[in-house]
């Protein structure tokens, strides 16, 4: 009930594409979804972050949808640039905690 | 620059050498975290400690041994390490205390561990 399912483990999308990663989770009581991005030698940046009292968030060309009934988020890519091209982890967590639940991470590669 | 700075980047060492990993936030951060990142597999809380308390300890073995001196500072002493503890190990704080709803956790980049 404590995993956050990713997928895909791995995307390639073309320039401009809109790559789209999924997440899945059990546990009802998490209210708190970060998206973080990895890129090679580097430790994991904090992308965007949403609450399940909004169904959609976005910051720039990156969106995060929510289905809090399904249990699920999304990370949407919009206009995707080969600079986009890291690994990207969605997690969980519940308020009043310290614990992050990540998901297993998915290998993004936008060609040019 | 993100705020969270680890040292060394790398470090190679035998199954019988002590070591210790360090980190130092310049957020103003009250919690920081010590994780492993292992080749596909989900990032594995390890410790957590809050105003310097430790408030989590994942199961980890006793051959991984955190400090935290002060709110800015923390360290994973290394002792008798097996193979299978080569990963990467990634410290992040973030605001934290008692009530207090999630907040961001920034990483920092990590120091990569290989056991002989």
């Known amino acids: 009930q404590q995993q956050v399912k990713q997928s895909p483990q791995s995307l390639i999308v073309q320039k401009g594409g809109i790559p789209i990663i999924n997440c899945a989770y059990e546990?009802?009581?998490?209210?708190?979804f970060p998206w973080y991005q990895q890129f090679p030698g580097k430790g994991p940046a904090l992308l965007i972050a949403i609450r399940p009292d909004v169904s959609e968030k976005k910051e720039g060309r990156f969106t995060i949808s929510f289905n809090k009934s399904a249990k699920q988020f999304s990370l949407h890519i919009m206009d995707s640039q080969p600079g986009d091209s890291a690994t990207y982890f969605c997690?969980?967590?519940?308020?009043?905690?310290?614990?992050?639940?990540f998901g297993t991470g998915t290998r993004l590669k936008v060609l040019a | 620059e993100t705020g969270v700075t680890q040292t060394p980047r790398h470090l190679v060492m035998g199954m019988t050498n002590k070591k210790s990993l360090k980190c130092e936030q310049h957020l103003g951060h009250n919690a920081m975290y010590w994780y492993k990142q292992s080749a596909k597999k989900p990032l594995e809380l390890m410790f957590v400690y809050n105003f310097k308390e430790q408030t989590e300890n994942n199961s980890v073995p006793s051959r991984f041994s955190p400090e935290c001196p002060n709110s800015s500072h923390l360290f994973l002493h290394l002792h008798t390490l097996q193979p299978e503890d080569s990963a990467l190990y990634l410290c992040?704080?973030?605001?934290?205390?008692?009530?207090?709803?999630?907040?961001?956790?920034?990483f920092g980049d990590g120091t990569r561990l290989s056991i002989l």
């Open positions: 546990n009802t009581a998490f209210d708190y």
């Open positions: 992040a704080s973030s605001q934290a205390g008692t009530g207090v709803g999630n907040q961001p956790q920034h």
């Open positions: 997690a969980a967590s519940t308020s009043g905690t310290y614990k992050y639940i």
